[in-house]
């Protein structure tokens, strides 16, 4: 399975991303899919994430009310719309997948209960 992340970029405090995280390989098959991001000298945090099938979203408290999480399941593709986007936003962005299924919401919360990673985009946010 590989993950490929796209969208991200410069933007001014109040503006907004659209990420896109598209996967690939006959193996993949995923109960959910999730993104979390690595601001510098931080540790990874869980952003958002969405059941692949029933469409169920989690969000972390800082994003609530300003990113959506989406997917095309036809395209196999995860979204972040990002809104409102502040400088505490900035960091690099990455995508994973969950091939476990779970009915605990906050299994997927959980950066190691993901298997695949996508490789990151940057996303900076300036004041």
């Known amino acids: 399975v590989q993950l490929q992340a796209s969208g991200g970029g410069l933007v001014q405090a109040g503006g907004s991303l659209r990420l896109s995280c598209a996967a690939s390989g006959r193996a993949f098959s995923s109960s959910a899919m999730g993104w979390f991001r690595q601001a510098p000298g931080k540790e990874r945090e869980f952003v958002a994430a969405?059941?692949?099938?029933?469409?169920?979203?989690y969000y972390t408290d800082s994003v609530k009310g300003r990113f959506s999480i989406s997917r095309d399941i036809a395209k196999n593709t995860v979204y972040l719309q990002m809104n409102s986007l502040n400088p505490e936003d900035t960091a690099v962005y990455y995508c994973?997948?969950?091939?476990?299924?779970?009915?605990?919401?906050?299994?997927?919360?959980?950066?190691?209960?993901?298997?695949?990673w996508g490789q990151g985009t940057l996303v900076t946010v300036s004041s």
């Open positions: 994973a997948t969950s091939d476990r299924l779970s009915i605990r919401d906050s299994y997927y919360t959980l950066a190691g209960n993901y298997g695949y």
């Open positions: 969405i059941r692949w099938r029933g469409g169920g979203t």
